[in-house]
């Protein structure tokens, strides 16, 4: 402000800066703008793809005439929208028009190195697991070819697939047959390395299971339920040897079922098992008990599990435990094992005290990644049937049982130094048994398929597993970006994302989403909205958007 020394009024400088004179130059991966103002004023530069911008350089609130701002981090051989803008002592912002840079192209006729120490691994009758040591290149790697033929003196030159990892599983192969592979490495320029030396792998012999099932059974032909599927009442149970577990029931008073509605339906046909699960702990429907025929030392258990959409834990007290199986090893020996915390699983033992054993990744919350997030940053259950597995062995000397656990076919963890309790074998298993702290409103179905069991190796998953949605959601048309008609107190901030997603506002950049205080009013879908008020002439207010898409990935930049 300033005084008026003819009238000794106050009058307020309303007048944004005057720009001109903006000029750009770019290299491949930066560009660096200049621009002049009339008056001493900051620097800002916007900056995006298309005219729609949708990124900002932090303001330099160094005033100045002369302004020289760097973008930084940009892609080669790409054109570039941007805009300036400078705010001045009064804070009037002014902002240019549009115009445009193109970042120059880099010749890369590099090749990556040579991937190394590639290693083939037969995991079972129909799948052999690659692992390499990656490569490095002058620009970045972008993935991996595989090859193979059948044959142990062949030249592998049939590509079979590609990885942007350093692994590789090729599956549906021939029972007890030898495969060579070989690996290259190609970089985002086409650029393509030389291959590995060979390696060659046999596939294992058809593996003879233990026992298994679909639910395809013959019930007693009671229709009083609707069909001819088991409800466990006073029904007898005629299933591949299953039997009923405990005589539970849920507080709103449902059991254990085996119904059609139940079938997995990328699986082996049949039906399935129905169990109820309700709020708080050991609430159930019951389960059932499955045989292993004979007790055995060491198996692999490969089951379906879908837990109904929306299931979901209490956001207090977590996810404490599932006992998903609940062994009997005989002589009141026996262990469960099942979800732990928001990303974790567990095996819980018993000695002459219980012993906890922990695998602190590939959890409830990397298995529902596609589910939508709850309270307490535990998501809900997206829906979906996954395949699990364990295998376990009892210890031959000393603290040395084995656990391991897979998850969608994906080897999550292994533990080497578990001890049970007694000389007792495992003789069968409750699936699925108690849960705690479940918090639905009421009950929920959670649903069992396809459990194999083996003595001999690791089963191989059937049907198709989920595929996951890594990528976070891209934001775009953010508004408004101008300045606002002088008196205009509110606004309506809207942003635009390229699928359904939940956006939050902060008046703070760099704020991650889930410390961020506000969610727009109208969010979820891919057209976002709020509306702001209180706004005060010549006040400059800027507000920082992050936004997580229905499988939980998050956009990192404001």
Not at 133 to 147: H, L, R
Not at 351 to 366: A, K
Request: glycine fraction near 10%; charged fraction near 15%.
């Amino acid at each position: 402000m300033g005084a008026d020394e003819q009238s000794g009024r106050t009058t307020v400088d309303t007048t944004a800066s005057t720009i001109s004179s903006v000029t750009s130059s770019a290299s491949a991966t930066s560009a660096t703008i200049t621009w002049t103002t009339n008056e001493l004023a900051t620097s800002q530069i916007e900056y995006g793809l298309t005219t729609s911008y949708g990124s900002l350089t932090t303001e330099n609130t160094t005033t100045a005439t002369s302004h020289s701002e760097s973008i930084t981090g940009l892609s080669t051989g790409t054109t570039y929208h941007y805009r300036v803008i400078s705010k001045n002592s009064s804070a009037n912002s002014a902002t240019s028009g549009d115009y445009t840079f193109t970042t120059t192209t880099v010749s890369d006729t590099a090749a990556p190195t040579v991937p190394t120490n590639l290693t083939v691994t037969p995991t079972s009758s129909s799948r052999i697991n690659l692992t390499w040591t990656a490569s490095t290149d002058d620009t970045a790697v972008k993935g991996y070819n595989i090859y193979k033929c059948a044959g142990i003196s062949c030249t592998p030159t049939t590509s079979i697939g590609t990885s942007a990892t350093n692994s590789y599983s090729d599956t549906g192969l021939t029972a007890n047959t030898t495969y060579t592979y070989a690996v290259s490495v190609y970089d985002g320029a086409g650029n393509v390395s030389g291959q590995t030396s060979v390696v060659s792998g046999t596939t294992k012999s058809t593996q003879s299971l233990l026992w298994s099932t679909t639910f395809n059974c013959d019930t007693d032909g009671d229709t009083s339920n609707g069909d001819t599927d088991w409800l466990r009442y006073s029904d007898p149970l005629v299933c591949d040897g299953i039997k009923k577990g405990g005589d539970w029931t849920t507080s709103e008073g449902h059991v254990v079922q085996i119904r059609d509605s139940a079938n997995n339906p990328s699986g082996g046909g049949g039906k399935g098992e129905l169990n109820w699960v309700g709020d708080g702990t050991n609430n159930d429907g019951g389960g059932l008990v499955i045989p292993l025929n004979k007790p055995q030392s060491e198996v692999w258990v490969r089951w379906y599990q879908k837990y109904q959409r929306g299931f979901s834990w209490n956001s207090t007290k977590g996810l404490l435990y599932t006992k998903t199986l609940y062994f009997n090893m005989g002589n009141d020996s026996s262990f469960n094992t099942g979800f732990h915390g928001s990303d974790g699983w567990q095996i819980e033992a018993y000695n002459d005290v219980p012993q906890i054993h922990y695998l602190n990744s590939g959890g409830w919350n990397s298995v529902m990644k596609n589910g939508e997030m709850g309270a307490g940053g535990y998501r809900k259950s997206d829906g979906k049937w996954h395949c699990y597995e364990i295998h376990v062995k009892r210890q031959t000397s000393g603290a040395n049982g084995v656990f391991e656990f897979w998850s969608d076919g994906v080897l999550v963890g292994k533990i080497n130094d578990i001890t049970f309790r007694g000389t007792g074998l495992f003789t069968n298993f409750l699936i699925p048994s108690n849960q705690k702290t479940v918090a639905n409103g009421g009950d929920m179905q959670v649903l069992i398929d396809d459990i194999a069991i083996s003595n001999t190796g690791y089963i191989d998953p059937i049907g198709s597993t989920p595929t996951l949605d890594t990528t976070p959601p891209a934001l775009s048309s953010p508004s408004p970006t101008e300045t606002l008609t002088t008196g205009t107190t509110s606004t309506t901030l809207s942003v635009k994302t390229n699928k359904n997603a939940t956006c939050k506002y902060s008046t703070t950049s760099g704020t991650a989403y889930a410390s961020i205080p506000n969610t727009f009013t109208t969010t979820g879908g891919t057209t976002h909205t709020q509306n702001i008020t209180g706004l005060t002439n010549g006040n400059t207010y800027k507000y920082y958007v992050r936004c997580s898409d229905t499988s939980g990935n998050v956009n990192t930049n404001d």
